[in-house]
């Protein structure tokens, strides 16, 4: 019996459309077909095997749990996953892989046998629906087929299975150098059946493509491995057809164990990935910082006054939170969220980053777009009229609106960009009317967000509290790094806001009563904002403790350099959804800052 792995415990595999969660014992828990918001096939990692699963691996005695991987790795730069076992009999190999899509959505699983002779189980359970719903299986000639309503998966291999207890089994033995492949493709129930898959073939083909593309990667520092890893998964989560980039693969991964705070990350933020743009640019993927601009331009349309935080992958609105209670959630951590709720807040730091997303195209050159520019024009034509107004801000908290100073910052940026624009020549708008509101941005943040006896910017106006986001007034070039304000700001934060461990909250949680955020329960450190406490401690001269930050940070990745959104300090474990693009991106920003400030060791 099979029992969900610690979040550090699960390896990645994707093909740019969806992705799959592989854990050490060969088990995949989940997967969303055709797309990354798709309904799960394998719905286990957030409740049991009853909810879907696959695991091929050693046969284990029954009722026993199936060993872990010995040894498990990514082949060089790629998504293809190599998990190896040692076994009393001898030594095999699984190989796991999805091939970026051409027809059919494709999960490949290649058993090689290394020495002796194994004997190997698969074990495969299809539920549809985030296992509610149980699929007919059935075999058309040599395939066996999963249908229910509008979905069916086709398992494809040459060993033999059978079915008992509602799942498909194979039991073979491998030899050295035996290669058995077994291939599940998804394809709608009313189409006919897909092509039969050619496994070795797409192997081939998904090592060259992810080759090819790791070799157009700029940054060649100290911190390349980490660096290209980040990248990868990046890509990993962008949605190939519209250039959308999801948060996470992942819904309700909590950032309590057991506790209330489980999302659902399978949209594109706009934030998130404007700051995944930034750092695409900065490490030489032109095209995909085309295709995200590309797909902003659609998504918000010729409607700006209305722009959401988030978007569905295509650039859908309609994001309706709901429920799973047939699910029990990953260590029991309830309840289990689909759709996001916060797609409706306010949040006016968003005009701010894609602001700055923008700008940073426009300045490196990256094919001009007219309609770029007149959003960015429209953008700032709404928040002259808002700006002043309270909002939900970056950290989406479910309590009521406030004036966040981390909202105001980032609606200085946006003005600021878009003066910087007019001043180009390359657009005309109101320039002096312009800069006007820029100064008056800049001088309310300094009177109303900034407490003068503690020498630090706060979260909100008036308040005494602190935010990880202040982090970011010396990034944007709000105030220059030797203000005292800003030292004084990021010396509070490291006082206040740091666990015993030296890494950063995002702001101080309530434990059992609602706090800002109106949520109960508490979370990990957000490691975003240790990220970027290293940057700003790097602005600031202490450059061997931003190295030293860093490189802790480095440590908390799992074995395949993959990190969720949070570190729980007190279990001392990865918590929320994963992998995290919003924990990847600042990574790749501080190697670039520290390998360009000559902060590195060795």
Not at 407 to 428: C, F, H, N, Q, Y
Not at 438 to 464: L, M, P, W
Request: charged share 25%; glycine share 8%; with cysteine.
């Amino acid at each position: 019996m099979h029992v969900a792995g610690r979040i550090e415990d699960y390896a990645l595999i994707g093909d740019m459309q969806t992705a799959a969660l592989v854990c050490r014992d060969g088990t995949v828990e989940w997967l969303c077909l055709p797309r990354f918001d798709s309904h799960a096939v394998f719905a286990s990692l957030l409740g049991t095997e009853e909810h879907g699963f696959w695991r091929l691996g050693p046969a284990s005695p029954t009722g026993s749990e199936p060993p872990a991987a010995d040894r498990r790795r990514y082949r060089g730069d790629s998504l293809v996953l190599e998990s190896e076992w040692d076994t009393p009999r001898g030594t095999v190999r699984v190989i796991d892989f999805m091939p970026p899509r051409d027809g059919a959505p494709q999960l490949v699983r290649i058993v090689e046998g290394v020495s002796g002779r194994v004997p190997m189980r698969s074990s495969l359970r299809m539920r549809f629906s985030y296992g509610w719903v149980v699929p007919w299986v059935h075999r058309v000639d040599t395939r066996t087929v999963a249908v229910a309503g509008p979905d069916s998966v086709w398992l494809d291999t040459e060993a033999d299975t059978y079915g008992k207890d509602l799942t498909t089994y194979s039991d073979f033995t491998v030899g050295p150098g035996d290669r058995i492949a077994f291939t599940i493709s998804w394809q709608p129930s009313h189409n006919e059946p897909p092509a039969l898959p050619e496994p070795e073939v797409a192997l081939e083909a998904t090592e060259a493509f992810w080759r090819e593309w790791v070799e157009q990667c700029t940054y060649h520092g100290p911190y390349r491995d980490a660096v290209v890893r980040s990248l990868i998964t990046l890509k990993a989560l962008t949605y190939a057809p519209t250039g959308g980039i999801v948060a996470a693969p992942t819904t309700s991964l909590p950032e309590e164990i057991g506790g209330v705070r489980n999302w659902d990350y399978r949209f594109t933020w706009l934030r998130d990935a404007a700051i995944t743009l930034s750092s695409l640019l900065r490490t030489g993927y032109r095209e995909e910082a085309r295709a995200w601009r590309e797909w902003l331009l659609r998504a918000v349309a010729g409607d700006p006054e209305n722009l959401q935080i988030m978007y569905g992958i295509a650039g859908e609105r309609e994001l309706a939170e709901a429920e799973l209670t047939w699910l029990p959630g990953y260590e029991n951590s309830q309840p289990v969220r689909v759709g996001n709720g916060a797609a409706g807040q306010v949040q006016l730091d968003v005009y701010g980053e894609v602001t700055e997303a923008l700008h940073l195209a426009h300045m490196t050159g990256l094919a001009r777009n007219d309609y770029a520019s007149i959003l960015q024009l429209k953008l700032i034509g709404y928040l002259e009229d808002h700006w002043d107004e309270p909002d939900e801000g970056i950290w989406e908290v479910r309590g009521p609106r406030r004036h966040f100073v981390h909202s105001k910052v980032m609606a200085w940026v946006a003005v600021d960009r878009t003066v910087k624009l007019i001043e180009s020549g390359d657009v005309d708008g109101p320039l002096d009317r312009w800069r006007e509101l820029r100064d008056e941005i800049h001088r309310e943040v300094c009177e109303k967000g900034y407490d003068a006896e503690r020498n630090t910017f706060t979260q909100s106006y008036g308040s005494k509290e602190l935010d990880a986001s202040l982090l970011l007034i010396p990034q944007m070039g709000f105030l220059p790094p030797d203000d005292k304000r800003v030292i004084g700001t990021i010396e509070a934060i490291q006082r206040e806001l740091s666990t015993e461990d030296g890494f950063v909250m995002r702001y101080p949680t309530a434990g059992e009563d609602a706090g800002v955020d109106g949520l109960e329960g508490d979370e990990g450190a957000f490691l975003a904002c240790s990220f970027w406490l290293a940057d700003d401690l790097a602005m600031i001269g202490r450059v061997d403790e931003a190295r030293k930050l860093f490189e802790k940070l480095l440590a908390l990745r799992n074995d395949l350099g993959l990190l969720s959104e949070e570190w729980d300090s007190r279990n001392q474990r990865l918590v929320g959804n994963f992998p995290q693009a919003f924990s990847h991106v600042p990574l790749i920003d501080t190697a670039l800052r520290l390998t360009a400030s000559g902060a590195y060791g060795g």
